[in-house]
């Protein structure tokens, strides 16, 4: 019997998972973003090699059920995917596949792959979803779980990103991709707050993707953080501005990451500085 099937919680009428960590010190973090297309994926990636390069064990977990393409972006085609896990018919031990690229063994992670065109993780009862955070959770060998999200404001994925313990929003200068970064700061703060725990309230930090410069993207952030603190009352922190670089869709095309082909590229630098502040 799969790990997964044993766990209790949560219990029907209790949707809201426990923010708690693991005893182990484990820490999950989810990248999120109202809009799509805006980096969740190639970030995610990212971050996890920036992570484990720093010395992290490192799981990386595909939540885009509908539109999974972190093995895409990486090139993989893993024999078994999350949607076997969540229908019982693997365990994570089975699905999970680590990324080890030769040229960068020090940056090796290991990935919970998704699957592009499977019934997505919206339709899924939270029941589930929960079971499967308490699973992930219970995992030996890992430091950081990193949740790459769906993009938008289904149940499953505003239960995701209540569940974490640093949420990073991510958004482009683009008023369409604020304006719906803004729509899941609210409703994460809504989701946080409707539960009992005040105490453990959630580290919400935001990353301005694919800018000019980064006084642009701080420019953004302020726009945006702005907001959030006249109508939310509290204002989500700065995880990091990443500038746009013809060597993001460069290195996606080769099917690779971009600390393995272009370390020295600019978005290279901003995503070592994001990881680095994400760890402070
Ligand atoms: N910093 C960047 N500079 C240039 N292009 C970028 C950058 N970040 C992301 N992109 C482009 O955006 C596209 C969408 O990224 P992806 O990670 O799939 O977004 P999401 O997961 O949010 O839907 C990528 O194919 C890539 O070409
Ligand atoms: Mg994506």
């Known amino acids: 019997m799969m790990d997964m099937t044993q766990s209790m919680y949560p219990v029907p009428g209790d949707p809201l998972p426990p923010a708690v960590r693991a005893p182990s010190g484990l820490r999950m973090i989810a990248v999120a973003s109202g809009k799509g297309g805006v980096g969740k994926t190639w970030l995610s990636i990212a971050l996890a090699q920036g992570l484990a390069l720093r010395g992290k064990r490192v799981l990386l977990v595909d939540c885009d059920l509908g539109l999974a393409n972190i093995d895409i ?100 200068d683009e008023p369409t991709a604020l304006a719906d970064a803004y729509a899941v700061l609210k409703l994460q703060a809504r989701d946080r707050r ?13 990353v301005i993707n694919q800018c000019s410069s980064a006084a642009s993207g701080r420019r953004t952030y302020a726009v945006l953080a702005r907001a959030c603190g006249t109508f939310l009352g509290k204002a989500p922190s700065l995880a990091g501005i990443v500038r746009r670089d013809g060597r993001v869709p460069e290195s996606i095309r080769r099917q690779t990451t971009i600390l393995l082909r272009h370390p020295n590229a600019q978005a290279a630098e901003d995503v070592g500085r994001l990881v680095d502040a994400l760890l402070r």
């Open 73 to 172: 972006q990486l090139g993989l085609m893993p024999p078994h995917d999350l949607a076997a896990v969540l229908v019982g018919r693997r365990s994570l031990k089975d699905v999970i596949i680590t990324h080890a690229p030769a040229a960068l063994p020090n940056g090796a992670f290991d990935i919970l792959p998704g699957r592009s065109g499977a019934a997505s993780l919206a339709v899924l009862d939270l029941a589930i979803l929960g079971r499967l955070l308490d699973a992930i959770r219970r995992l030996q060998g890992y430091d950081t779980v990193l949740l790459d999200l769906g993009a938008g404001i289904d149940p499953a994925t505003r239960f995701l990103a209540a569940a974490v313990d640093t949420l990073l929003v991510v958004s482009t």
């Open 194 to 206: 409707a539960r009992d725990d005040r105490a453990l309230d959630a580290d919400v930090r935001l």
